[in-house]
């Protein structure tokens, strides 16, 4: 089910805000449909050590995880400007933060520090997601933070100059690039 292209945004935060399907800027298919989704996903993300290995997610710890991603994905997209929703936005990811960091520990023996996430089990999945999103939004590389063009998925842009555009040039960028050659030839035909 997620295979190496669904893991291309150079953050895994970024990797699970990804994790739709969509044509254009929809976000119409959620991928995260069930408990085993989910597991699925922490186990290919790259990132399992972040997540609780001592239960398996719940249908209610997908539900929570999915309206968290959602609210993260509207306070990025606010953040790049490409939403008016700024400062309703922010703030639900601010009470995320908040809440998911009154809850977790902070580990001084890893280096850089990293706050771990609480054995509570009615958050411990919620939170680790925030918990990662949080550690994204502390990167000295979020300045890159960059949207496709062409559907919702985010990336970092490492490239130089302009670099990046597309979240993966064999799906979105073969596309948009077939689209706008269309287009020059419709207009070509038009002006004759």
């Known amino acids: 089910m997620w295979a190496e292209e669904n893991f291309i945004a150079g953050h895994p935060a970024l990797d ?20 085993a989704d989910l597991a699925a996903w922490i186990a290919a993300c790259g990132a399992a050590n972040r997540f609780p290995v001592d239960r398996s997610p719940t249908g209610k710890d997908v539900q929570d995880v ?22 309703s936005a922010y703030k639900a990811l601010e009470a ?13 023996a890893e280096t850089p520090a990293v706050w771990t996430v609480s054995q509570d089990a009615r958050f411990c999945f919620t939170d680790s997601f925030v918990l ?3 550690d994204l939004l502390q990167s000295p590389e979020l300045h890159r933070l ?23 040039m064999a799906t979105c960028g073969n596309r948009a690039k077939v689209e706008a050659h269309r287009q020059r030839s419709r207009q070509s035909l038009n002006d004759q």
């Open 146 to 168: 960059r949207q496709c063009e062409r559907c919702t998925w985010f990336f970092l842009n490492t490239g130089r100059g302009r670099g990046r555009r597309w979240c993966n």
């Open 96 to 108: 995320y933060l908040r809440t998911a960091l009154l809850r977790a520990s902070l580990d001084l």
């Open 66 to 87: 999915v309206r968290f991603r959602e609210a993260t994905y509207e306070a990025l997209c606010a953040r790049l400007g490409s939403t008016e929703k700024s400062v």
């Open 16 to 35: 699970f805000l990804n994790t739709v399907s969509d044509v254009g800027k929809s976000r119409a298919e959620n991928r995260l449909q069930s408990p």
């Open 132 to 134: 990662l999103v949080h």
